[in-house]
Protein backbone atom coordinates (compact mmCIF):
# COMPACT_ATOMS: atom_id res chain seq x y z
CA UNK A 1 0.00 0.00 0.00
CA UNK A 2 1.08 3.60 -0.71
CA UNK A 3 0.17 6.70 1.80
CA UNK A 4 0.14 9.66 0.30
CA UNK A 5 0.47 13.51 2.38
CA UNK A 6 -0.30 16.71 0.77
CA UNK A 7 0.96 19.76 1.34
CA UNK A 8 0.94 23.45 0.25
CA UNK A 9 -2.32 24.62 -0.02
CA UNK A 10 -3.68 27.97 1.14
CA UNK A 11 -5.47 31.21 0.29
CA UNK A 12 -4.67 33.28 -2.89
CA UNK A 13 -5.56 35.77 -4.57
CA UNK A 14 -6.88 35.83 -7.97
CA UNK A 15 -4.38 35.38 -10.10
CA UNK A 16 -2.11 33.93 -7.67
CA UNK A 17 -0.17 30.97 -7.74
CA UNK A 18 0.40 27.89 -5.59
CA UNK A 19 2.69 24.32 -5.83
CA UNK A 20 0.85 21.57 -4.33
CA UNK A 21 2.85 18.49 -3.31
CA UNK A 22 1.95 15.14 -2.25
CA UNK A 23 4.82 12.94 -0.87
CA UNK A 24 4.50 9.04 -1.27
CA UNK A 25 5.77 6.29 1.30
CA UNK A 26 5.24 2.79 1.54
CA UNK A 27 5.98 2.11 -2.33
CA UNK A 28 7.42 4.12 -5.37
CA UNK A 29 4.98 6.72 -7.20
CA UNK A 30 6.69 5.28 -10.38
CA UNK A 31 4.85 2.11 -10.04
CA UNK A 32 1.24 4.09 -10.15
CA UNK A 33 -0.37 6.44 -12.18
CA UNK A 34 -0.87 9.40 -10.02
CA UNK A 35 -2.92 12.44 -9.63
CA UNK A 36 -4.86 15.11 -8.17
CA UNK A 37 -8.06 15.73 -7.35
CA UNK A 38 -10.69 18.72 -6.16
CA UNK A 39 -13.87 18.55 -4.55
CA UNK A 40 -16.10 21.37 -3.22
CA UNK A 41 -18.58 20.51 -0.39
CA UNK A 42 -22.00 18.79 -2.19
CA UNK A 43 -20.49 18.30 -5.56
CA UNK A 44 -18.45 15.13 -6.72
CA UNK A 45 -15.02 14.85 -6.98
CA UNK A 46 -13.42 15.94 -9.63
CA UNK A 47 -10.06 14.84 -11.59
CA UNK A 48 -7.37 17.74 -12.29
CA UNK A 49 -4.64 16.13 -13.86
CA UNK A 50 -2.89 12.76 -13.93
CA UNK A 51 0.50 11.38 -14.61
CA UNK A 52 1.51 8.21 -16.10
CA UNK A 53 4.60 5.65 -15.52
CA UNK A 54 6.13 7.26 -18.79
CA UNK A 55 5.26 10.65 -17.17
CA UNK A 56 2.45 11.61 -20.27
CA UNK A 57 0.38 13.84 -18.67
CA UNK A 58 -3.52 14.88 -18.91
CA UNK A 59 -5.64 17.46 -17.47
CA UNK A 60 -9.02 18.63 -17.03
CA UNK A 61 -10.25 21.47 -19.96
CA UNK A 62 -10.59 23.87 -16.69
CA UNK A 63 -7.12 24.09 -15.71
CA UNK A 64 -5.11 23.36 -19.12
CA UNK A 65 -2.43 26.21 -19.51
CA UNK A 66 -2.77 27.13 -15.89
CA UNK A 67 -1.56 24.12 -13.99
CA UNK A 68 1.53 21.66 -14.53
CA UNK A 69 1.61 17.89 -12.71
CA UNK A 70 5.20 16.94 -12.43
CA UNK A 71 6.90 14.40 -10.42
CA UNK A 72 10.65 13.38 -8.73
CA UNK A 73 10.52 10.08 -8.65
CA UNK A 74 13.81 10.48 -6.26
CA UNK A 75 12.06 12.53 -3.73
CA UNK A 76 8.92 10.24 -4.67
CA UNK A 77 6.84 13.45 -4.56
CA UNK A 78 4.29 14.48 -6.98
CA UNK A 79 3.85 18.40 -7.55
CA UNK A 80 1.34 19.99 -8.81
CA UNK A 81 2.22 23.60 -9.92
CA UNK A 82 -1.29 26.23 -10.00
CA UNK A 83 -0.41 29.08 -11.88
CA UNK A 84 -3.54 32.51 -12.67
CA UNK A 85 -5.93 30.84 -9.87
CA UNK A 86 -9.58 31.50 -9.96
CA UNK A 87 -12.14 31.53 -7.62
CA UNK A 88 -13.39 28.36 -8.90
CA UNK A 89 -10.27 26.82 -8.44
CA UNK A 90 -11.13 26.98 -4.44
CA UNK A 91 -11.63 23.46 -3.68
CA UNK A 92 -10.12 20.89 -1.38
CA UNK A 93 -7.31 19.12 -3.40
CA UNK A 94 -6.16 15.30 -2.99
CA UNK A 95 -3.55 13.23 -4.05
CA UNK A 96 -4.07 10.14 -5.78
CA UNK A 97 -2.74 6.97 -7.02
CA UNK A 98 -4.02 3.88 -8.90
CA UNK A 99 -7.54 5.01 -8.94
CA UNK A 100 -10.03 3.12 -11.72
CA UNK A 101 -8.09 0.16 -11.68
CA UNK A 102 -5.27 2.23 -12.80
CA UNK A 103 -6.87 4.41 -15.66
CA UNK A 104 -5.03 7.41 -15.36
CA UNK A 105 -7.69 9.50 -17.12
CA UNK A 106 -10.74 7.62 -15.08
CA UNK A 107 -13.16 9.22 -12.94
CA UNK A 108 -13.32 8.64 -8.95
CA UNK A 109 -14.73 5.43 -8.25
CA UNK A 110 -13.73 5.24 -4.39
CA UNK A 111 -10.66 2.89 -5.70
CA UNK A 112 -7.12 3.69 -5.38
CA UNK A 113 -5.03 5.22 -2.91
CA UNK A 114 -5.67 8.97 -1.30
CA UNK A 115 -4.43 11.64 0.61
CA UNK A 116 -6.58 13.64 3.26
CA UNK A 117 -6.33 16.35 1.32
CA UNK A 118 -5.29 20.18 1.18
CA UNK A 119 -7.47 23.44 0.92
CA UNK A 120 -6.97 25.97 -1.69
CA UNK A 121 -9.08 29.52 -1.62
CA UNK A 122 -8.78 31.78 -4.35
CA UNK A 123 -10.44 35.55 -3.57
Known amino acids: HVQLVESGGGSVQVGGSLRLSCVAS????????MGWFRQIPDKEREGVAGIESDESTSYADSVKGRFTISQDNAKNTVYLQMNSLKPEDTAMYYC??????????????????WGKGTQVTVS
Open 96 to 113: AADWAGGNCVGPYDGRGY
Open 26 to 33: GDTISRYC
